[in-house]
C-alpha cells in the first residue's frame, strides 16, 4: 500500500472533554454506590426539617395561646427549609472531596495525574462530580417541600437548583482545598466536620437575625462577635438568596447570595488548582 | 441483561425518595384535627363589614357564607366570633385575636405582606384596593375634600396617604361606612376612598359612581386568614376552595351579593 494513512488524532479539546466527562461520570457512580451517603443524605432532612422544624415551630410563630406578639413573614418550618438545603449540600460536597483522598491512597490520583489530562481537567472532573451529587442531595429536601408549607414555581425550582449549583461548586472545591492538606481519612473526617458546622451555625440557618432591626439595633440585641461572625460567613449569603427564592424572604438580596458564591468558587477552586499543580 | 449492582443502586435511591416522600405527607400540625375533633369551626369576623359581614341573618354576607360552606365541606359546624376591633381599628396587633376565640380571621383580610407577616393567608376569592366612591363621576381629585374609611387590614395606607397629597387632596378620616355615606350625602366631602367591595357596594346601595384610585398603589386580593403554622387547616380550606371553583359556589356567592369588578 503505497498511500501512507494517516491516523486522526481527536482534537485536544475533545481529549479533555472526554477526560472531564468520565472522571465526572466516576463521581457520580461512586456516590451512588456509597450508601452510607445516601443514607446521610435522607438522614439529615428528616432529623433537621420534622423533629426541629416541627418541634421548635409552635415558639416561633409570634403567638400560641396568647395574642399575636411578633410578626414574621414565615413560620420556623419555611425559615429553616432552605438552611437544611444547605446543610445537605454542605456534608455531601465536603464530603465527596474525600475521594481524593481515597484516590491518592490506591495510586489512582498518579495515574490520572500522568495521562494526557489537564490538571484543571481532573480537577474540574472531579469539583464537578461532587457537586452533582450534591445538588442531588439537595433537591432531595425539596420533597419535603409540601411538608413545610413552602410553595414554590418551576421557574424557582431551577433558580433554587442554580444557587444550590453554585453553592455545591464552592463547597466541593472548598472540600478539596481541605483534602489536600490532610493525609487521612480520620483526619478529613475530623476537620470537615469542624468547618462544616460551624459554618452552617453561624449561617443565620437555624436562627433568624430580627427582620425588624436595624443594623445598630441588631448589634444591641445580639453578641457583637455573633452578628459579626454572621455577617463574615458567606455561607449567610448563599442560605439568604435560596431564601429569597424559596420563600421569598431575604435579608440581603439574592444577588449578594449570589456575588458572594461566584466569588467563593472562584477562589477555592484557583486554591485547589494551585494545590493540584504542585502535587 | 440488568447489572444487578446497577439496579441494587436504583433500588436504593428509590427507597430513600419514597421515605422522604412518606415523610412529608405526615401532618406537620394538630390545627385540623383539633377541629374536627371539636366538631366546630370558629371564625373571628368584624361586626359588620358590608359586603363581607353584613350582620343580616338573611344575606349574612361573602365570607360567612364562603366559611359555612367551608365548614360543610369539612363536615363541621361553623361558630362565628364577632371582633368589634376589627372593623373600627386598622391594627391587626390591637384586635386582640388569639387561636382559643378562633382559627380563621375573615371579613376584610386581604393577601399582602403585611397580612402575610402576622397570619397565613388561604385562597384567593375577590379583587380588592383602593377605590373612590361618590356622587357623579369624579375625572381628577386636584383640590377637592375626601372622606377617607381605612378599616381593611392589609392595604397600603402608607401608598394611599402620598398619593391624596400627591393629588391636592385634603383628607378626612371617616371611621365607619355609615360616617362616610352621610359625609358624602351631605356634600360635607366631594367624595370616599375606600377598599373596593366596599366601594362599589355603597355606589350601588346609593346610585353613585365608583373607580379604581391610586395609579401605582397595588391591588390585592381577599383571603381567610389562619395562624401561622396551621397547614393542615389550611390545606382543608384550599381543598374546600378548589371545589367550590368547580362547582361554581365562590362564584354564585359573588353573584348573589353583587360583587362585580370595577371597571
Given at each position: 500500500m503505497n498511500e501512507v494513512e494517516t491516523i486522526r488524532r481527536p482534537h485536544p479539546f475533545m481529549v479533555q472533554l472526554g477526560g472531564l466527562y468520565g472522571l465526572w461520570l466516576r463521581e457520580v457512580r461512586r456516590a451512588f454506590r456509597d450508601r452510607g451517603q445516601l443514607i446521610g443524605g435522607v438522614s439529615r432532612p428528616i432529623l433537621w426539617v420534622i423533629i426541629l422544624g416541627i418541634g421548635l415551630n409552635p415558639y416561633f410563630r409570634g403567638e400560641v395561646y396568647g395574642s399575636v406578639t411578633f410578626v414574621v413573614p414565615f413560620t420556623y418550618l419555611q425559615f429553616i427549609f432552605p438552611g437544611v438545603i444547605a446543610l445537605n449540600i454542605m456534608f455531601t460536597s465536603v464530603q465527596s472531596a474525600v475521594s481524593v483522598i481515597w484516590d491518592r491512597e490506591f495510586g489512582y490520583l498518579r495515574e490520572v495525574l500522568v495521562s494526557p489530562l489537564s490538571r484543571g481537567t481532573v480537577l474540574l472532573g472531579k469539583v464537578l462530580g461532587g457537586a452533582t451529587v450534591a445538588v442531588l442531595h439537595g433537591a432531595l429536601?425539596?420533597?419535603l417541600a409540601r411538608f413545610a408549607d413552602v410553595t414554590f414555581t418551576p421557574m424557582q425550582a431551577l433558580q433554587a437548583l442554580g444557587l444550590m449549583a453554585l453553592l455545591a461548586f464552592a463547597l466541593t472545591s472548598l472540600g478539596v482545598v481541605i483534602a489536600n492538606r490532610i493525609r487521612s481519612f480520620e483526619g478529613f473526617g475530623i476537620f470537615s466536620n469542624a468547618v462544616i458546622l460551624p459554618l452552617y451555625f453561624t449561617s443565620s440557618s437555624i436562627f433568624p437575625?430580627?427582620?425588624?432591626?436595624s443594623q445598630a439595633q441588631t448589634r444591641v440585641v445580639y453578641p457583637d462577635w455573633l452578628v459579626t461572625i454572621v455577617q463574615y460567613n458567606p455561607l449567610t449569603y448563599a442560605v439568604d438568596s435560596l431564601r429569597s427564592v424559596l420563600i421569598n424572604y431575604s435579608q440581603f438580596g439574592v444577588w449578594t447570595g449570589v456575588t458572594v458564591m461566584l466569588v467563593c468558587s472562584v477562589v477555592f477552586f484557583t486554591i485547589a488548582l494551585l494545590d493540584f499543580r504542585r502535587a | 441483561m440488568v447489572d444487578p449492582g446497577k439496579l441494587r443502586n436504583v433500588i436504593s435511591f428509590g427507597a430513600v425518595v419514597a421515605l422522604l416522600v412518606a415523610v412529608s405527607l405526615?401532618?406537620?400540625?394538630t390545627s385540623l384535627r383539633e377541629i374536627e375533633r371539636v366538631g366546630a369551626l370558629r371564625a373571628c369576623v368584624p361586626s359588620t363589614y358590608p359586603p363581607?359581614?353584613?350582620?343580616?341573618?338573611?344575606?349574612?354576607?361573602v365570607d360567612i357564607e364562603l366559611l359555612r360552606a367551608v365548614a360543610d365541606h369539612m363536615g363541621v359546624s361553623m361558630i362565628i366570633a364577632e371582633n368589634q376591633a376589627m372593623g373600627r381599628d386598622f391594627n391587626p396587633r390591637n384586635w386582640n385575636l388569639n387561636r382559643a376565640q378562633c382559627q380563621i380571621v375573615a371579613?376584610?383580610?386581604?393577601?399582602s405582606a403585611q397580612t402575610r407577616s402576622f397570619l397565613e393567608t388561604g385562597p384567593e376569592y375577590a379583587e380588592t384596593g383602593w377605590a373612590l366612591v361618590s356622587q357623579q363621576a369624579l375625572q381628577s381629585l386636584s383640590g377637592l375634600t375626601v372622606g377617607t374609611l381605612?378599616?381593611?387590614?392589609?392595604?397600603?395606607r402608607i401608598g394611599l396617604a402620598s398619593y391624596l397629597r400627591a393629588q391636592g387632596v385634603t383628607a378626612r378620616v371617616m371611621t365607619s361606612p355609615e360616617a362616610l355615606v352621610a359625609a358624602i350625602a351631605d356634600g360635607s366631602v366631594d367624595a370616599g376612598v375606600t377598599e373596593a367591595m366596599m366601594a362599589s357596594g355603597l355606589a350601588r346601595e346609593n346610585g353613585w359612581a365608583v373607580r379604581w384610585i391610586g395609579e401605582g398603589l397595588p391591588r390585592h386580593h381577599l383571603v381567610f386568614g389562619f395562624w401561622k403554622g396551621d397547614i393542615t387547616l389550611k390545606r382543608a380550606v384550599t381543598a374546600a376552595f378548589a371545589d367550590f371553583s368547580v362547582n361554581g359556589k365562590i362564584a354564585s356567592i359573588l353573584e348573589k351579593y353583587d360583587v362585580t369588578s370595577i371597571e
Open positions: 429536601v425539596l420533597i437575625l430580627d427582620p425588624a432591626l | 405526615l401532618p406537620p400540625d363581607l359581614v353584613t350582620g343580616d341573618p338573611e344575606r349574612p354576607g371579613g376584610g383580610v386581604v393577601n381605612a378599616l381593611v387590614s392589609g392595604l397600603d
